[in-house]
């Protein structure tokens, strides 16, 4: 290979590398995320929310919950301690219309308030405590993780996951909550129809539900990849 083309490859990756450090440095200022993210949403204003399994965020002390301004500094406002975030681990984050996040994993508490794998933080980073309180149970959330979330444009909740109930109600690996956190009818018509882990839902055009995971459905010779109608057929 020619010398002069060789130096030039040389010079193009050094400038690449260069260009790609500063460009993440740019947006996380060090050191960055002390942990795993393992969900992202992008707010209208450009705001990121991240959630994951972390203690720090920018050299700040926060709990696998947090929020970046469109430059990649702290959101200091947004669950602003670690003991604002979750006790836990976050695999799914959804922006409701209003400003609201839901954000689900594997938890106990949300912000101090006792609520199980599933939570709402309101625009202002605080908790919404009424979420689910309507149905009148004492745990509110689900009985296992949950690893998948959806809004549909009404604002309802479709949730995936490896539970059974859901606000102690029968939900088996998929559920619909309603915008203020009360249990919606089944997302399918046999709420105890699917029996394994859903890892990703996803609302088609016609607002059908598509989910994915590990996991079979009764009565269906397919697994692991499900397509309900809007009502749950």
């Not at 609520?115 to 689900?142: C, L």
């Amino acid at each position: 290979m020619p010398l002069l083309l060789v130096l030039l490859l040389a010079l193009s990756s050094s400038v690449f590398a260069q260009s790609s450090v500063e460009n993440r440095s740019a947006f996380t200022t060090e050191p960055g995320v002390q942990g795993e993210v393992n969900a992202i949403a992008i707010q209208p204003d450009g705001k990121v929310i991240i959630g994951g399994r972390f203690n720090s965020v920018n050299g700040q002390p926060r709990g696998s919950l947090a929020r970046l301004n469109p430059d990649g500094t702290l959101d200091m406002a947004f669950a602003n301690s670690f003991e604002a975030g979750v006790n836990g681990q976050v695999f799914a984050l959804a922006l409701q219309a209003d400003g609201s996040v839901i954000v689900g994993g594997t938890f106990t508490q949300a912000n101090s308030f006792g609520t199980y794998n599933i939570a709402r933080y309101k625009a202002d980073g605080t908790v919404d405590q009424t979420f689910g309180a309507g149905n009148g149970v004492a745990s509110p959330g689900t009985d296992g993780p949950v690893f998948a979330l959806a809004i549909q444009p009404d604002g309802k909740v479709v949730l995936g996951g490896s539970f059974s109930l859901v606000l102690g109600q029968p939900r088996r690996s998929v559920a619909r909550l309603n915008a203020d956190g009360t249990l919606d009818a089944p997302v399918v018509s046999d709420p105890q129809a699917v029996s394994g882990t859903v890892k990703s839902v996803v609302l088609d055009t016609k607002n059908a539900l598509v989910a994915g995971g590990r996991f079979s459905v009764q009565k269906q010779t397919a697994q692991n990849l499900l397509k309900t109608s809007p009502a749950g057929n």
